[in-house]
């Protein structure tokens, strides 16, 4: 199993920064790619962004392109989201994802993704 922590939510005014962290522990060998999503109030999860095991591949939402910068520190078992330029539109609670399997694409749908972690709260004002 694996366990997926993340951290770094919290208030910041729009056109502000944050960066968020995502600690797995476990049988994190199994590990082979890495999301972030996130989910609004009232509104269904959405991928923001994923990154493959060698960090080689990255996918994003458009949404975010530009903005958003996805990493990871396999030495660490860590997975990071640098967020600039934060919209007020950018609230929710974003959520680390983990993916189990090799594939030759990077997942961007949550129903491939195996792992997930407990969330951590943004919220951008205006």
């Known amino acids: 199993q694996v366990q997926l922590v993340e951290s770094g939510g919290g208030l910041v005014q729009a056109g502000g920064s944050l960066r968020l962290s995502c600690a797995a522990s476990g049988r994190t060998s199994t590990i082979y790619a890495m999301g972030w999503f996130r989910q609004a109030p009232g509104k269904k999860r959405e991928f923001v962004t994923a990154?493959?095991?060698?960090?080689?591949?990255?996918a994003y939402a458009d949404f975010v392109k530009g903005r958003f910068t996805i990493s990871r520190d396999n030495a660490k078992n860590t997975v990071y989201l640098q967020m600039n330029s934060l919209k007020p539109e950018d609230t929710a609670v974003y959520y680390c994802?983990?993916?189990?399997?090799?594939?030759?694409?990077?997942?961007?749908?949550?129903?491939?993704?195996?792992?997930w972690g407990q969330g951590t709260q943004v919220t951008v004002s205006s």
């Open positions: 990154i493959s095991r060698s960090g080689g591949n990255t």
């Open positions: 994802a983990a993916d189990k399997l090799f594939r030759l694409y990077t997942a961007v749908v949550d129903r491939e993704y195996d792992y």
